[in-house]
C-alpha cells in the first residue's frame, strides 16, 4: 500500500531524528548514518508517492489529536504529487548535508539532525492532513522545526532576528489559515476535509475563506507584501535547510492554496483568479528585481525563490479563472503550468542553495563582492551548479523552461475568457511574465558568473577545495532531477494530469506524443526537448568536429590582455554591485535606497549603496510603530497608585451593575 | 519523417550558414556606400573567418573549459536557430521540437553562455560587456516574446511553421496589431544584433562596446565561431522577420518544388532588407548605454500594445 | 413581627449610612477609628435585634462576636497601631471633601436604585435596609479611593465589611453559621496580617503613606 | 474514611507542623513529601470518583464532581511539582541570603496552608464556605508574596491584599444575595447556600437578585482570576513574589478563582434564562485578551511579562466559557489545564534562568542555552507552547476556541487575532534572545529541578496529541454540567 510506504517512511525520519538526540555530539555516526539513512527513507517515500498516482485515494485515521477529530490522513494524486517532489528532492539534500555538517556550528549536530528530520516528517504530514486539526497541527510543526533549524547558529543577532520574523509571519499565516478552515466548515462543527469538501458555501463565505487562504499560505509562500520574512529567513538557516525551505516547504504553501481554491472549494470566482494573478505577478516582478540587486548570494537565492513563487501563484490565479468560467482544458493547463514550476523549482532551488552551503564551506564567504573564479578550484559545484543556473534562468532545455513554455501558453488561451476586462489585461500579465523570466536570466548570470567565473576577488579563494563526494552525489542527484524535468516533459505531464484531472475536471493531452509536448494540438504548440537537445547536440558536435578536423588545435596560453592598463587586478571586475546598477536604475521605484558618495576630494573615498524593501518602511514599520504607541497607551493604564486601581474596580462595578440592572 | 521534409531541413541549415557572412557583407557594403566610403568586398566575411580559423588559438592564462566550449555552443545554437525559423519552406521535421518560445529560450541561451564566457576570464571589460549584454537581453527578451505572441494571437498557434503556413497563405489584409509589432521587431533586431544606435559593430572604443567587448579576449577558431554565430544571428532574426511579416513565396508541404521559387524570393527579400538596415544605421546615431532602455522599452511597450490592438480590434 | 421593630432595624440602618457618610468627610484618623466603632456597635445591636424579632438564637451570638470583634478587638488593635507608628495627624484625601459627599449622595441613589426591584419583592423585616447595605458598601469602597495614607485605607476596608455583615444580617436573616464563623475569621487574621504589614510597611518607607508604594508599574 | 479527609486534611496538618519545623533544612523535602501525600490522596479520591460517580461527603457539605475533580488532581499535581521545583530554587535564595531561615519557616507552612484552602475551595458544597477559603488562599499568598521583605514585594503585597480584599468583598455581597435569593426556596437553613440545592432548583430563582448576586460575584471572583480591568493586582504579585508563588498564583489561584465564577454561572445561566452571565464573560474575556497582549510588548521583567500572558489566558478561557455549549466549554476546560501545566513549567524555568543570571530584567538573561540548555529549552518550549503552537495543548484548545468564535462570536475573531498576534510578536521577541545568543549567565553549585519543567511540559505536549478517554470522559461530563 502506498500509504504504508509514506507513513513508513515518516516514521523512519522521526526514529532517525530521536536516534540523533541519542548520539547528540557524534558527528561522523550522524552525519555519515542516519542523513544518508533519512536520504533512503525520503526515496522510499517518493516511490510511495509515485505508486499513489496510479492508485484511488487512501485514508487512514490514528488514534491522536482531539477525541472528537482523531488524525485522519488521506493520500490523493494531488498529495502525492507534491510528495513526490518532496521526497525526491529531501533524498538529493539529505545526501548532501551528510557531508555538510560540521563541528561547531552553534546546535549540536543531533539536535539538527532531529530538527531536520522532524521537519522532513512535518512536511510530508502537512500534505497527507485529511482534516483541519491535523493540518494546523503539522503546518506549526513544520515552522517550528525549521525555526530552530533556522536559528542553528544562534550567536549571530541578525540570524536571530530573521528566525524571529520568521516564525512570527508563520504564526500569524497560521492564524489566516485557521480562520480559513473556521468559514469552511459552515457551522457544522466537522472539521474533516470530507465535510469541509461537502459544505456549499455562499459567494461570500466562500471568498472570504478564500481571502483568508490566500493570506495564510501567502504568507508561507512569500506573497507579496507578506514576503519579508523569506529573504531573511532563508539564508540565515544552514545551506541544506535552505534548500528544503525555499525547495520543498514554500511548495506546502502552494500545496494548500490548490487543496483549498480548486478542492474543497469547488467553483472559485473569477476575481479570485486575477487577484491571484495580480499579486503572483507583483511577487515575481519583485522578487526578481530584488534578486537582481543583492551582493549576498544567499539572499539572491531567498528572492528569486519569491520570483518563482510569484509565478507558481501566478500560474494558479490563471488556473482558477479559467476554472470560474468553465474553461476545463484550460485550466488544466494554467494549473499543470503552476504545478511543474512548483516541481521544476523544487529541483533547481535546492541544488543552487546547496551549491552555495559547498561554496560557503570552501570559502566561509557568503558575499558575492569577495568571490570569483572557483570554477578552477571546485569544477564539479561549479559545473552542476552551472545545471541549476540554466534551468532556474528558464532556458532550454532545462525544467525551468518547460514550466515557464506552459504558463506562456496558457496566455496565449486566455483571449477565449468571456470577459473583455481581463482580455485586455493578458497581454500586459504575459509580458510581465516575460519580462520576469528574462529577469531571471539576468540575475542567473550575476550569480554563476561572479561566484564561479572570473579571476578570485580575495586571495585566500585560492585554498578552496572542492566539495567532498557526498556532497557531490547530492548535487548531482538534483542536478539529474533538473535535467529529468527538463527533457521528459511528457513523461511528467502522465503525473500531473493525475492531479489535475480530479481538481479541475480536465487533463493535458499526452497521448501519441512520447518526445513531444503537446498541450494541445501539434498546430497549436508544441515543444520537444530531447528532439531540441539532439538538434543542439549535433550542430555543436558537427561543428566541432568540422572545425577540429578542418583545422589546426595549436594553442597557447597568455595573460589576458589589458587593454593597455598597465596593473590590471580582479578587483576590476564588474562587481555584484555593479551588476545591480542598471536595475536600481531602471527599477528605481521599486527600492528605497541609501547612498553613500565620496566628495572629490575625499582621501580615502568611500562609495556604499544599501537596498532595502520599501515595504517595510510603508507597511511593517508604521504598523510595528502604531502597536508600539498603543502598548504604550494601556501601559499608562498601570501606574502603579492603588487608588486608582480602586477607582478601576468601582467604576467596573458600577458599569457591571448598570448593565445588570438594566 | 518524410525526404522532402529532411532535405527541405538540411537545405536550410546549409543555406544559412552559407548565406549569413554573405548578409553580413552586404550590410557593411551598404553602410559604407551610404557614408560615403569605398566599401569592402562581400567576401569579406569569408575572408576574416577563413583567416581567423588559421591563426593560433591565444588563451587568456586562467580560462577554464566552460570558456572554450561556449563559441561551439553559441554556434550551434544560432544554427539550430536557424533550422528551425522556416525561410524555404515550412516542411520542417525540426519544427515541433521549437516554436516561437523556444526560439526566444534558444536565443536567451546563446546569450547567457556568452556573457559567462566573457565574465571567465575576469577582465574589466568582459564583465562589462556580459553586464551590458544581458540587459539589453532581458529588455529584448520579453519585447521579441510580445512580437511572437501578437503573430500567435492572430494564428492561435505559437508553431513557426503554422503561423508562417498562415500567414503565407491569407488574403492580403492589413492587420494594425502587426504592424506595431513589426516596428517593435525592428527595434529589437537593432539591439540583438548590436546595430547602431544600441551598438557599434565597427568600434572597439572600450567605453561603448557591448558586443565586441565580449569577444574581446576571444582569437583564432573560438572567435571565427562567434563571429559566424554574430552572422547567423542576423541572418535568423532577418529571416524571422520575413516569415512573420513577408512570408510569401515560402514553400510548405504540399508543394516541395516551390523551393525552387523561394530561394531567390529570399535572396531578393534579403538584398532588400540588410539594404534597408544599413539604411537604418546610418541614419541615426549611436545612444548612451543609460538611453538603451528606453529604446528597448519603447520597443516592449510597442509590442504590447500590439497584443492590445489585436485583442481589441480582433485583428 | 412588630412594625416597630422592623422601623427600629430601619433606623439603624439610617444610622449606619449616616456614619458611611460621617467615615467618608472625616479628616481625623482618630475619629474616623471612633466613627468605626459606632458602625461597628450600630452593626451588633442591629444584628441582635434581628435575632430576636426573627427569633434566630445563631443571631446574638453573631451579634457578640460582632461586638467583640469590632467594638473591642479591631479598634483597640487600630489605636495601639497609631500609638505606636505615631500616626494621628490630619489626613490628606486625593480628592476634596465636597466632591466626595457629592458624589456620595450619586451612589447612595445609585444603591436604592439598585435594590429597588428587589425591595419590592422582599419579604424581609425592612425593605430598604438591601439598599442602604449596598450604599455603606460602595461609600466605603470611595472612601478606600480617596484616602492616600494606610490606615484610613484598612479603616474604609473594615467598613465595608461592616456594610456586608449588615446585608447578611438584615437581608437575609443571618448567614449559616459555619459560614459566619469563617467569615470571622478571614476578617481578623486579615487585620492582623494588615497590622503587621502596616508596621513592614513603616520600617522601609519610614512613612505609612501609600504614594511610596507606587513603584511597580509600567513605564 | 473518605479520602476526601486526607485531601483536606494532609495539607493543613503539613502547614501546622512546617509552622513549627520549617526552618530547618529537611522541611524543604518534607514539603515535597507533604505535597506528595496530598498528591497520592486526591489521585485516590480521583479513582473513587471515576469508579462511583459524583458523591458527596459528610452530609452534603463536600461535592465531587467531574468538574472538580480534574481541578483537584490539577492543583495537587502542581502543587507537588512545584513543592520539587522549590527545594533547590530556596536552596539558592537561602545560599544568596534572600531568604532567612524563620521566612523559610513561615513560607513552607503558607505553602502548605495555600494547598489546602484551594483544595477546601474546589471541593466544598457550600457556597459561603467557598468564600471563606478563597479569602484564606488570598491571606496565606499575601504572606507568601510578601516574603522576601522588600520594599517591591511589600508594595506587591499590599496593593494584592487591599485590590483583592475588595474585590472578595463584593463577592461576599454576591453570597449574600445569593442566599437571598435561595432563602425564599429553600428556607434560610444551612442547605440554602449548597450549590447542589441551588443547581435543583436554579429555574425558580428569582432573577432580578440573581442578576445582581452574580455581578457582583463575577466582579468578586474576577479580581483573583485577573480580568482586566481588576488585574493590577497579578503583575505585581507575580513578580515580586518568590518563583515558587509565581507558578502556583499562575497555575492554580486563578484556576481555583474561575472555578468560583463557574459554579456561579451555572445558577445565573439558570435562574436568568437570558445571556447576562455569558455576555459579561465575554466581554471581560475578551477585554483582558485584548489588553494582557498590549501589555506584553514593553515589558523588561520575564516574571511580570508572564503574569501578563496569564492575564491573556484566563481572559481566554474566560471567553470561552462565555460562550458556553459543550466544544466551547470542553475548551475552555483543556485549556486551564494546559495552561496550569505550562505556565508553572515556564515559572520554573524562568526561575532557574532568573537565579543563574542573577536579574529577573529580560536584558540581563541572555543565551541560557549555551550554559544550560535544558533550562534554556525548558523556558523555549515552555513559551512557544503558551503561544499556542502545535503539537501542544494549547494549540489544541485554542484551536477549539477560535473556530468555536468563529462559527458563534464572529465579531470577537478580529479582536482575538489581534490579540495573539501581538502576544506572539512580544512574547517571543523577549524569549527568544534571553535563550539563544551569548550567554550572560554563570553556573551555579546547585542543580536546577527539571523533572517538574519537562512532566509539565511533557503533559502539556500529550494533551495536544492524545487526551486520554477517561480525561475526555470527565471534561465532556464537566462541559455538559456547565450548559450553553
Redesign the interface.
Known amino acids: 500500500m502506498p500509504l504504508d510506504c509514506i507513513l513508513s517512511a515518516v516514521a523512519a525520519w522521526l526514529l532517525i531524528g530521536i536516534a540523533g538526540v541519542a548520539a547528540l555530539r557524534r558527528l561522523t555516526l550522524v552525519a555519515h548514518l542516519l542523513f544518508p539513512l533519512g536520504g533512503l527513507a525520503a526515496l522510499l517515500l517518493a516511490a510511495g508517492a509515485a505508486w499513489a498516482l496510479t492508485q484511488p485515494p487512501q485514508t487512514v485515521v490514528l488514534p491522536l489529536g482531539l477525541p472528537t477529530l482523531p488524525f485522519h490522513f488521506r493520500l490523493d494524486s494531488l498529495s502525492a504529487f507534491f510528495l513526490l517532489v518532496l521526497g525526491a528532492t529531501a533524498a538529493g539534500v539529505s545526501v548532501f548535508a551528510a557531508g555538510y555538517f560540521r563541528r561547531g556550528e552553534g546546535t549540536p549536530p543531533g539536535l539538527l539532525c532531529l530538527e531536520y528530520h522532524l521537519f522532513l516528517a512535518s512536511m510530508a504530514l502537512v500534505l497527507l492532513a485529511d482534516d483541519a486539526y491535523a493540518f494546523m497541527v503539522m503546518w506549526e510543526t513544520m515552522a517550528l522545526s525549521s525555526f530552530f533549524l533556522v536559528i542553528a547558529n544562534h550567536r549571530l543577532g541578525e540570524i536571530r532576528r530573521a528566525g524571529y520574523l520568521y516564525l512570527l509571519m508563520a504564526h500569524l499565516g497560521a492564524i489566516a489559515i485557521l480562520l480559513c478552515f473556521g468559514v469552511l466548515q459552515a457551522n457544522t462543527g466537522n472539521y474533516t476535509f470530507d465535510n469541509l469538501r461537502a459544505q456549499q458555501l455562499g459567494p461570500f463565505a466562500a471568498s472570504l475563506a478564500f481571502l483568508l487562504a490566500v493570506v495564510g499560505f501567502g504568507a508561507k509562500g512569500g506573497l507579496l507584501p507578506l514576503h519579508v520574512w523569506l529573504p531573511e529567513a532563508h539564508p540565515a538557516a544552514p545551506s541544506p535547510v535552505s534548500a528544503l525551505l525555499s525547495g520543498v516547504m514554500l511548495k506546502t504553501a502552494v500545496y494548500g492554496l490548490v487543496r483549498v481554491t480548486f478542492d474543497l472549494l469547488h467553483t472559485p470566482l473569477w476575481w479570485w483568479g486575477a487577484l491571484l494573478l495580480a499579486l503572483g505577478l507583483a511577487s515575481a516582478l519583485m522578487g526578481v528585481v530584488f534578486a537582481a540587486v543583492q551582493v549576498d548570494m544567499k539572499r539572491l537565492l531567498a528572492y528569486s525563490s519569491m520570483e518563482n513563487l510569484g509565478l507558481i501563484f501566478a500560474g494558479l490565479g490563471l488556473a482558477a479563472l479559467f476554472a470560474a468560467y468553465d474553461m476545463r482544458p484550460m485550466a488544466a493547463l494554467a494549473l499543470t503550468a503552476a504545478l511543474y514550476h512548483a516541481a521544476s523549482h523544487a529541483t533547481f532551488k535546492s541544488l543552487l542553495f546547496v551549491a552555495t552551503g559547498a561554496v560557503l564551506h570552501a570559502t566561509h564567504e557568503r558575499s558575492l563582492g569577495k568571490l570569483g573564479g572557483l570554477i578552477r578550484f571546485m569544477p564539479w559545484v561549479a559545473w552542476i551548479t552551472l545545471l541549476g543556473t540554466l534551468a532556474s534562468a528558464g532556458l532550454p532545455p532545462l525544467g525551468g523552461f518547460v514550466s515557464e513554455w506552459l504558463l506562456l501558453q496558457s496566455f496565449l488561451f486566455a483571449p477565449g475568457l468571456p470577459n473583455g476586462f481581463l482580455n485586455m489585461l493578458v497581454p500586459v500579465v504575459a509580458a510581465l511574465i516575460a519580462l520576469v523570466a528574462a529577469l531571471a536570466g539576468y540575475t542567473m548570470v550575476k550569480f554563476f558568473g561572479v561566484i564561479f567565473l572570473g579571476q578570485p576577488r580575495e586571495e585566500k579563494l585560492a585554498q578552496a577545495r572542492d566539495a567532498g563526494w557526498w556532497e557531490r552525489a547530492g548535487m548531482l542527484w538534483l542536478g539529474g532531477l533538473c535535467l529529468l524535468l527538463g527533457l521528459f516533459p511528457a513523461q511528467v505531464l502522465l503525473i500531473t494530469n493525475a492531479v489535475t484531472r480530479p481538481l479541475v475536471g480536465a487533463a493535458l493531452n499526452t497521448a501519441g506524443h512520447d518526445w513531444l509536448l503537446v498541450p494541445v494540438s501539434l498546430e497549436r504548440a508544441s515543444y520537444g526537448p530531447v528532439l531540441f537537445l539532439l538538434g543542439a547536440a549535433a550542430c555543436v558536435a558537427a561543428t566541432f568536429l568540422l572545425v577540429r578536423w578542418r583545422y589546426h588545435g595549436r594553442l597557447s596560453r597568455v595573460p589576458p590582455w589589458d587593454c593597455g592598463h598597465p596593473d590590471l587586478t580582479a578587483r576590476m571586475q564588474d562587481t555584484a554591485e555593479g551588476f545591480g546598477q542598471p536595475i536600481r536604475q531602471i527599477f528605481e521605484p521599486f527600492f528605497r535606497m541609501e547612498r553613500e558618495l565620496p566628495s572629490a576630494f575625499d582621501a580615502a573615498p568611500r562609495y556604499r549603496v544599501s537596498v532595502s524593501d520599501p515595504l517595510w518602511h510603508f507597511l511593517y514599520l508604521p504598523l510595528a510603530r502604531a502597536v508600539e504607541a498603543l502598548a504604550r497607551l494601556v501601559g499608562r493604564l498601570q501606574q502603579g497608585r492603588i487608588a486608582v486601581y480602586l477607582l478601576y474596580s468601582f467604576l467596573t462595578l458600577i458599569a457591571v451593575l448598570l448593565v445588570v440592572r438594566r | 519523417m518524410n525526404a522532402p521534409g529532411l532535405f527541405s531541413q538540411l537545405l536550410e541549415v546549409l543555406i544559412a550558414l552559407a548565406l549569413a557572412p554573405l548578409l553580413t557583407g552586404w550590410v557593411n557594403q551598404c553602410r559604407a556606400w551610404l557614408l560615403n566610403k569605398s566599401a569592402p568586398p562581400l567576401t569579406q566575411p569569408y575572408r576574416k573567418l577563413h583567416k581567423l580559423f588559421h591563426k593560433e588559438l591565444v588563451l587568456a592564462e586562467h580560462a577554464s573549459s566552460l570558456y572554450r566550449a561556449v563559441p561551439y555552443l553559441v554556434f550551434g545554437c544560432m544554427a539550430l536557430a536557424c533550422a528551425i525559423i522556416p525561410t524555404l519552406s515550412t516542411d520542417l521535421p525540426l519544427s515541433p521540437a521549437a516554436d516561437a518560445v523556444a526560439l526566444v529560450g534558444l536565443f536567451a541561451l546563446a546569450r547567457v553562455f556568452q556573457s559567462l564566457a566573457a565574465m571567465d576570464v575576469g577582465t574589466a571589460f568582459g564583465t562589462l560587456g556580459a553586464r551590458r549584454e544581458m540587459l539589453i537581453g532581458f529588455l529584448a527578451e520579453p519585447a521579441l516574446l510580445m512580437v511572437l505572441f501578437s503573430a500567435s494571437l492572430l494564428s492561435r498557434s505559437t508553431s513557426l511553421t503554422t503561423l508562417v503556413d498562415l500567414f503565407a497563405h491569407r488574403e492580403l489584409a492589413i492587420y494594425p496589431s502587426l504592424a506595431f509589432a513589426g516596428v517593435a521587431f525592428t527595434l529589437v533586431s537593432l539591439a540583438e544584433n548590436a546595430r547602431i544606435p544600441v551598438d557599434n559593430p565597427a568600434t572597439h572604443l572600450e567605453l561603448t562596446m557591448v558586443h565586441e567587448a565580449l569577444l574581446l579576449e576571444y582569437s583564432g577558431r573560438h572567435l571565427a565561431l562567434l563571429e559566424w554565430a554574430a552572422s547567423l544571428k542576423l541572418f535568423a532574426y532577418s529571416c524571422a522577420g520575413l516569415a512573420l511579416f513577408f512570408p510569401w513565396g515560402i514553400a510548405d508541404a504540399r508543394t516541395p518544388q516551390a523551393m525552387l521559387l523561394a530561394l531567390p524570393l529570399l535572396a531578393a527579400k534579403l538584398t532588400l532588407g540588410g539594404a534597408l538596415l544599413a539604411l537604418l544605421e546610418t541614419a541615426s546615431a549611436k545612444m548612451r548605454i543609460f538611453r538603451v532602455p528606453e529604446f528597448l522599452g519603447s520597443a516592449f511597450l510597442l509590442a504590447v500594445i500590439g497584443m492590445l490592438v489585436n485583442i481589441l480590434l480582433g485583428v | 413581627m412588630s412594625a416597630f421593630l422592623s422601623q427600629f432595624i430601619n433606623l439603624l440602618a439610617a444610622i449606619l449610612l449616616l456614619l458611611a457618610f460621617a467615615m467618608l468627610s472625616q479628616r481625623r484618623i482618630l475619629s474616623l477609628i471612633h466613627l468605626f466603632t459606632l458602625q461597628g456597635a450600630t452593626l451588633a445591636v442591629s444584628t441582635a435585634v434581628v435575632g430576636y424579632a426573627t427569633a ?1 438564637p445563631h443571631l446574638y451570638f453573631s451579634a457578640v462576636l460582632t461586638l467583640l470583634l469590632k467594638v473591642i478587638l479591631i479598634p483597640l488593635l487600630l489605636h495601639r497601631v497609631i500609638d505606636r507608628l505615631n500616626v494621628r495627624w490630619d489626613l490628606e484625601t ?1 480628592i476634596n471633601i465636597p466632591t466626595t459627599q457629592l458624589a456620595g449622595i450619586v451612589l447612595v441613589m ?1 444603591a436604592f ?2 435594590a429597588q ?2 425591595a419590592q ?4 423585616i425592612a425593605r430598604g435596609t ?1 439598599g442602604i447595605a ?1 450604599a455603606s ?2 461609600l466605603s ?2 472612601m ?5 495614607k ?1 490606615v484610613p ?1 484598612v479603616i474604609g ?1 473594615l467598613a ?2 461592616n456594610g ?1 455583615f449588615f ?2 444580617t438584615a ?9 459566619e464563623l ?2 470571622a ?2 476578617v481578623l ?2 487585620i492582623l ?2 497590622g503587621v ?1 502596616l508596621f ?2 513603616r520600617e ?2 519610614d512613612s505609612l503613606d ?10 | 474514611m473518605h479520602p476526601l479527609l486526607f485531601v483536606l486534611g494532609i495539607p493543613l496538618l503539613g502547614s501546622l507542623l512546617l509552622a513549627f519545623t520549617g526552618h530547618r533544612p529537611v522541611a524543604r523535602a518534607v514539603n515535597v513529601a507533604v505535597s506528595f501525600a496530598t498528591l497520592l490522596a486526591a489521585g485516590t479520591l480521583t479513582a473513587d470518583v471515576v469508579a462511583r460517580g459524583p458523591t458527596f461527603a459528610w452530609g452534603r457539605e463536600f461535592f465531587i464532581d467531574p468538574l472538580n475533580v480534574f481541578l483537584v488532581t490539577l492543583t495537587a499535581f502542581v502543587g507537588f511539582t512545584t513543592a520539587v521545583f522549590s527545594r533547590p530554587y530556596m536552596q539558592v535564595e537561602l545560599a544568596h541570603g534572600k531568604m532567612t531561615a524563620p521566612r523559610l519557616r513561615l513560607y513552607h507552612s503558607m505553602y502548605q496552608l495555600f494547598l489546602g484552602t484551594m483544595l477546601f475551595a474546589l471541593t466544598t458544597n457550600n457556597l459561603g464556605i467557598l468564600w471563606v477559603a478563597m479569602e484564606a488562599a488570598t491571606l496565606a499568598t499575601v504572606l507568601l508574596v510578601s516574603v522576601y521583605r522588600t520594599a517591591a514585594s511589600l508594595e506587591a503585597a499590599w496593593k494584592y491584599f487591599i485590590l483583592c480584599g475588595v474585590g472578595i468583598a463584593q463577592a461576599l455581597f454576591g453570597t449574600v444575595l445569593l442566599y437571598m435569593a435561595a432563602g425564599k426556596l429553600l428556607g434560610s437553613s444551612g442547605g440554602a447556600l449548597l450549590w447542589t440545592n441551588l443547581e435543583a432548583v436554579k429555574g425558580s430563582l428569582d432573577p432580578d437578585i440573581m442578576a445582581l448576586a452574580f455581578a457582583f460575584l463575577f466582579i468578586g471572583y474576577g479580581t483573583k482570576v485577573g480580568l482586566a480591568p481588576l488585574h493590577n493586582w497579578l503583575p505585581d504579585a507575580h513578580a515580586e513574589g518568590p518563583t515558587p508563588v509565581s507558578a502556583v498564583l499562575s497555575g492554580l489561584l486563578l484556576n481555583v478563582a474561575l472555578y468560583g465564577i463557574l459554579r456561579c454561572k451555572v445558577l445565573a445561566d439558570g435562574a436568568l434564562h437570558n445571556h447576562l452571565a455569558s455576555g459579561l464573560m465575554m466581554g471581560f474575556g475578551l477585554l483582558s485578551v485584548v489588553t494582557a497582549a498590549f501589555f506584553l510588548w514593553r515589558q523588561k521583567d520575564v516574571k511580570r511579562l508572564f503574569a501578563y500572558s496569564s492575564i491573556e489566558h484566563m481572559g481566554l478561557i474566560t471567553f470561552a466559557f462565555g460562550m458556553g455549549g459543550p466544544i466551547a466549554n470542553f475548551a475552555g476546560l483543556l485549556h486551564m489545564t494546559v495552561h496550569s501545566l505550562v505556565k508553572s513549567a515556564i515559572f520554573f524555568a524562568v526561575g532557574h534562568a532568573a537565579q543563574k543570571a542573577g536579574t529577573q530584567a529580560m536584558d540581563g538573561i541572555r543565551g541560557l542555552i549555551t550554559v544550560s540548555p535544558t533550562v534554556g529549552w525548558g523556558l523555549m518550549l515552555g513559551s512557544l507552547a503558551i503561544l499556542g503552537l502545535p503539537p501542544f495543548g494549547v494549540f489544541a484548545s485554542e484551536f477549539l476556541i477560535l473556530t468555536t468564535a468563529m462559527r458563534e462570536q464572529a465579531w470577537a475573531t478580529p479582536f482575538l487575532l489581534l490579540a495573539l498576534g501581538v502576544a506572539f510578536a512580544a512574547i517571543f521577541a523577549r524569549v527568544q534572545p534571553m535563550v539563544f545568543g551569548e550567554t550572560s549567565v554563570r553556573r551555579l553549585p546547585h542543580p536546577p529541578a527539571l523533572l517538574p519543567v519537562f512532566a509539565h511540559l511533557g503533559l502539556g505536549l500529550m494533551l495536544g496529541l492524545y487526551i486520554p478517554p477517561y480525561l475526555n470522559a470527565w471534561y465532556a461530563q464537566a462541559a455538559r454540567l456547565l450548559g450553553g
Do not use: C
Not at chain 3, 144 to 148: A, D
Not at chain 3, 171 to 179: D, L, S
Open positions: 434566630q486625593l445609585f436604585y439598585l426591584p428587589i419583592i422582599s419579604a424581609t438591601l449596598l458598601v460602595l469602597f470611595m478606600m479611593i480617596t484616602r492616600s494606610a485605607q476596608f465595608m465589611e456586608l446585608a447578611a437581608a437575609t436573616y443571618g448567614m449559616p453559621m459555619v459560614v469563617g467569615i475569621l478571614d487574621v486579615g496580617i494588615l504589614f513592614h510597611i522601609q518607607f501609600i504614594r511610596h508604594l507606587e513603584k511597580l508599574k509600567e513605564d
